[in-house]
């Protein structure tokens, strides 16, 4: 028998860095790219065997070590935590995992694969997970790849639907939301080709943050209210039948102003700050970087009409690659 799971990837819109800090964020999916695990009870050895034909890998999870480090994390530590959830023994079944989420650029590939994985050993041993119960166990997985994570990033991936996302301190849980888009719009994401090194990132932050808590602390408190006005502004019924440039202008203005934030909290960089302008000159209402920062991908508002133009000139600008998407 042959089952399917998946996942798709991610943007955060609004809120990045401050999330870490106890400010709200909010992320959407991005459903035109996924990680889709197919599981066949075949078996092709003993166990969980992982094929990963993308990259050529293939990966027995019985004897497979941390040595191998990002595979291991990647691929095989996922099966492990939704073993030991599940608490059952190991299957003998075949996992091929394929992916079009672009890695390390902040969508979410490293979260979306993990959730995949571990929602197909839950079908392999026909305990499928629900998503609060999968939710913690990518966090899991997450806290291996990046160190100190907020949870937004699982979070969306495993809903698949636009997260309002407040981080939790001691007793207090999380909020996580999930909210309505009353007014559909157009997104660009456009990747600036640098690395985002988001631990070092989320680091540096902190440092900061400790270093000058006033000042430090007074931008993340302006990020929160610029995420509040944009969940207002984009779930509202005022919003839906306000004019699609009301929206555009008030969202369009809101990224605007965080991205200045996040380049104060100095996470963006020359190349994003360039993508960001040569999107706005070209006629987006806005555009911010997207995620860690200091790299990876910056998001750009657009209306239909404008968005091949937009895009073009985000290419013409030095964006290794442009994914439009339909926020709804
Ligand atoms: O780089 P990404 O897309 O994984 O996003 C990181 C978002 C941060 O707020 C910077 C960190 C976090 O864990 O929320």
Redesign the pocket.
């Known amino acids: 028998m042959r089952q399917s799971a998946a996942a798709p990837g991610k943007i ?1 819109l609004f809120g ?2 401050a ?2 800090h106890g400010q709200p ?1 909010i992320a959407v999916p991005l459903a035109s790219v996924r990680v889709t695990a197919e599981v066949e009870d075949a078996g092709c050895g003993g166990g969980v065997t992982i094929q990963a034909p993308d990259v050529g890998v293939t990966l027995h999870v019985i004897g497979a070590s941390a040595a191998d480090d990002r595979l291991y994390d990647a691929l095989v530590y996922p099966v492990e935590v939704a073993l030991r959830a599940l608490d059952v023994p190991m299957p003998d079944v075949c996992i091929t995992v394929r992916s079009t989420i672009p890695i390390a650029s ?3 590939s490293g979260a979306a694969l993990a959730a995949a994985l571990i929602r197909a050993v839950g079908l392999a041993v026909n305990r499928p997970f629900d998503n609060a119960t999968l939710n913690p166990l990518v966090y899991e997985v997450e806290t291996r790849h ?1 160190g100190t ?2 949870g ?2 699982n979070t969306v991936i495993v809903y698949e639907q636009p997260v309002y996302f407040v981080r939790g301190s001691g007793a207090t849980p999380d909020t996580i939301e999930t909210f309505r888009i009353a007014t559909p719009f157009t997104l660009l994401v456009a990747d600036s080709g640098q690395p ?1 090194p ?1 631990r070092l ?2 680091s540096d932050v902190r440092a900061l943050y400790e270093a000058e808590p006033a000042r430090i602390g007074a931008i993340f408190q302006r990020i929160g209210a610029i995420t509040r006005a944009a969940r207002a502004a984009i779930e509202t019924e005022s919003a839906r039948r306000s004019t699609s440039s009301t929206i555009g202008t008030t969202l369009g203005s809101l990224m605007d102003e965080n991205h200045a934030l996040l380049r104060d909290l100095t996470v963006s960089s020359e190349k994003l700050d360039s993508l960001c302008a040569a999107a706005r000159d070209a006629g987006a209402a806005g555009a911010k970087l ?3 920062g200091r790299g ?1 991908n910056l998001i750009a508002l657009v209306t239909p009409k404008d968005a091949d133009r937009v895009s073009a000139a985000l290419r013409e600008a030095g964006a290794a690659n442009v994914i439009k998407t339909e926020v709804q």
């Open positions: 955060i990045e860095h999330v870490v964020a902040g969508l979410g990046h994570p907020s937004i990033d985002s988001t990132a989320v997207s995620g860690g990876g």
